[in-house]
């Protein structure tokens, strides 16, 4: 069973920079499309970005694009999240989350594996 671990999470001011990482283990995560989401308090989950299980295929939510940046690494079973220009408003548990590839492709919906998550704070 594939287990996703977040870390990389703090509190930031605004304008600067976090970068998140997602580590796997039970599984090999080439197998899996992955995505990382976002839940704001009083809010619900949102989407924040996707990647196919090549890396080719990225995909962001509109509040990010421009700004946040994901890769993966296959061979070390890691998905980074690099956030840049961090505004007040990105403010969340970030939480990366894994859906097997062959089922929807480079799509990041109905996933089945999810991490604890971490925490992003942007304040001055």
């Known amino acids: 069973q594939l287990q996703l671990v977040e870390s990389g999470g703090g509190l930031v001011q605004p304008g600067g920079s976090l970068r998140l990482s997602c580590a796997a283990s039970?599984?090999?995560?080439?197998?899996?499309?992955i995505g990382w989401f976002r839940q704001a308090p009083g809010k619900e989950r949102e989407g924040v970005s996707c990647?196919?299980?090549?890396?080719?295929?990225?995909t962001y939510a509109d509040s990010v694009k421009g700004r946040f940046t994901i890769s993966r690494d296959n061979a070390k079973n890691t998905v980074h999240l690099q956030m840049n220009t961090l505004k007040p408003e990105d403010t969340a548990v970030y939480y990366c989350?894994?859906?097997?590839?062959?089922?929807?492709?480079?799509?990041?919906?109905?996933?089945?594996?999810w991490g604890k998550g971490t925490l992003v704070s942007v304040s001055s």
């Open positions: 039970g599984s090999t995560l080439s197998l899996y499309t």
């Open positions: 989350a894994a859906v097997p590839a062959y089922r929807y492709g480079k799509t990041c919906v109905d996933m089945d594996y």
């Open positions: 990647i196919s299980i090549s890396g080719i295929t990225t």
